[in-house]
Each structure stands twice: as C-alpha cells, then as structure tokens.
C-alpha cells in the first residue's frame, strides 16, 4: 500500500490504557490517532507546524483513510510509526507504517488522502510555499 | 455528592468496544463523556439544544469535573444515565449517576462545574432567557 | 465501495462535543467507533449480542478499515449509520454508511474486514451457528 | 488540591487534532487520559511497568478522578504534565498538574485516587514490594 522511497518521519508513542480495548490491544480507532499524530510530526519538521498553516488558510481536511491490521499492540508497548507524503494534482496522500519498539515487526500500515481546501472549505491549489515546504525534508 | 431533588433527565447508553480497556471495563475517561452526553440531552429537553445556545453567544467551559466510580460497566451493557442542574450565583453546576439497566446498582455518580462566558471567554451574567430555559423542565 | 443489496440495520447517532474537532466537524476517527457501534446492533439484531459470540469463543479482530468522508457532521447533528454484511472463505465484511438525519446526504462510506479467529487468536473456519445467525436477518 | 512536597514525575505531551473539540481546546475528559499517561510514567520511573505490576496481580482501579480546569490547552501545543503519590491505608492517590510548555503557567490541576485488588477484584493489603517500589523515586 505504500511508498517509503520518499523521505519519512519516524515518532515513538507509548500504548495507553485508555488506547486499548476488551482484547487487550490497542483499539482500531486509535491508529487513525497515531496517523494524525505523525502527519503533524511531519509537517513539523518541514518547518512550520500544521497550526500555522491553518494560520494561513490551508486546511488538510481527510478525504479517506485507510488502515490493515497486521498484529495487534498492547497496553505499555513502545511502537514506532513513520510517515511519508505524495503529491497528487489537487490533493495530498500520507502513508504509514507502525513497528513494534526494535523495528522488527510491521504492526500496521495505512495512508490518509487530504484535500486542500480554504477556511470556507472551498477546494484551493496547491500554494508554492506550502508545496516547498515538504520539499525541505528531502 | 449529588443531589436530585430537582428535575432529572435520562438517558440510555449502550457501552460500545471502543469505550473499554484491557481490564474489560468502561474506561474512566469515557465517563465524562457519558456527562457531556447527558448534559447536552438536559439542555435539550428544556427546549433548545446547546448547539444554540453557543449561537446566542453564551459558551459553558467546564471549571471543574468529578466522578466517584462504584462498579464497573462492560462492553455491551446498557446503562442508564441521568442529570440534574444546579445554578450558583454565575457559574451552573450538573449533578449525574450511572446506574445498571435495571437501575438496581449504581455505578458511577459525578458533577461538573460550568462558568458561563462569552466569544470572547469573558465570564457574563446568566441571561434571563437562559435561566428560563432551565425552569422549562420543572 | 459498498453493496446494500443484503439486508442492513440501521441506527441514530446524536455527534457529542466530545467526539469533534477544532475544525468543528466530526473527528476522523470516530467514523470507526460508530462502525463499531452499528456492527455491535447488526449482531444484535441477528438475534446475539457479540458479547455473548466472544463466550462462544469466536472473536473477530478487524484486519481492514477504511472510510471515505464526503462531507462533515457536527456538534449536536443526528446521523443515521447502516451497516451490511457480506461473507469471505474464512472472513466476515462489514460495510457501513452514514447519513444526515433525514437521509438526503450521504457523509461518509466504510468497510471493515474481520478474521474470525478462537481465544488463542488462531483463524477457525466460520461455525455453522455463526453463519446462520447471520442469515436470520434475511 | 495538591502535595506536591513528595518526589514528583514530569512528561511533555503535544495535543493532537483529535484531542480537540469544537471550542478549539483540549476536551476536558482528555486530561483524564493524560493523568493515566503519567502515572504510567511514574510507576515506570519507580522500577516497574504498570503492565508488571498487573501481572504480579496487583490492579490499581480508578474509584474516583477529580479535575480543575484553569486555563485552555489547544492543538499543537506542547504542555508538562507532573504526578506525585501519596499512600492511604489501603489506597492510592496520585495528584497531577498540567503546565504550559515554559511552566509559568498551571492550566489544569487533578487527582485520582486508587483500590488496590487482586485479579478478582478483591481489596488486598499492599504488598511490601509495591510500597517499597515507591520509595526508589525518593
């Protein structure tokens, strides 16, 4: 499902409580949340974080999300996520992949499809500075 | 903590997969939204919803919370939540219990403590029509 | 994405504050807690709650989500979720829709892909009494 | 509401998107999640995971939370969460506070307080080597 051949962003995140379910494991909401968490991750060390580009008047809003569930996480496990973006014509794809704390098992992996849009939801063109932005990574 | 002599509203929760933790219980948490929940139905049957209410420019941020937790709920339980409401001088004050499906046991009980402020987060005086509103359910 | 053509289950969903965003709509990961919630009621109304198909010792961890967002619900909005089913060889597919309150706007589109699997997370091929039970909301 | 004369644990925390609501802040039952965060932490920093503690049997249950919101948390801020213990004579309470990211500004103060059963959910004694565990963070 993904493309890691772009550069990516690597965060830890530490399995809560109140992250895990019934099972014993990490809900299937909550990787929708850990998606999130990178993404912002990753805008931020293109070197302005999401908040400021809200500032702007760029909005990210999800168009689809996507996740398959290879082995579970539980509660106290340290995972590993990454993420790397693509372009499309009017819009923005975010991949992922979660590994377990020695990155020697894929957890999950997933990808988000982001409009571009203004504050009045209005679909907008990709703004040179926002695209130069992710260009900084590589 | 609580006390319901005054009106009361209830409502009906079904706990659902997502709301539960590795110990197979409601997680603590999820209890405040089960009071926001039954908050929002409260001002509802009094006549407009909270929705509204912000339209009209009165805002109700949480100063306080607190819930005692006297028995667990699991995935799939039905349980029974109920309010009331309290108003001090400028600040309104929501009571709540948790009971069983057969209101035999109670589960959970809390409170909440609102200040009422403006756009602006300024703290402003009850309005008259919103007092009013509250005296609907009696 | 989906098939309605099988049999659906339906069920409201009141959006709580809760599970918004700062961007005011409903957060993108709570589209898979209200899947969950409307497969929990799909079992139900085929006649077990899925409590009580885990004490049989089937359980079923999602392997697959995914969902499209085509427009946004909001604080306090009713939505009304359906849900279908469609059988694997050796897996079980939810599809699901969420719809504005008097059903003219289709929010969003989903599907689940669920293993079944026994106690010690081992597939198990579909129990006859599983797969019946599903035939009973035809 | 808080002592926090005895050995104390600090963790920073970014808020996500996802943690937000319509009001544009950190949802107030989300401070309850990152309580449990860094009491996670504490008991880590102790010597011990929580998930150890659990398998040597001994569960901490939450039997009441209470929270002070003093000020607002928003997306993309990075906040300092503390937590330190005090012993009953058969409970546990953690207090908490939550600071902005420089600590010049207190914006939430809370406190859980804990049973201490077995697997069964039976009250026990505190074992020597979870009270002595406590006392490695002095």
Known sequence: MHD???PCVWMPHRVSYGETDTMGVLYYAEYLHLFER?????IRQCGMSYADVE????????REARCRYRAPARYDDLVRIRAASEWGRASL????EIWNEDKTRLLAEGMTQHAL???QSRPVAVPDWFR???NRLQ
């Open 4 to 6: 890691f051949s772009t």
């Open 38 to 42: 990178i993404r912002s991750e990753y």
């Open 55 to 62: 500032k702007k008047g760029i909005f990210l809003p999800v």
């Open 93 to 96: 794809r975010f991949v992922y």
């Open 117 to 119: 849009v203004n504050a």
């Open 132 to 134: 130069q932005l992710f």
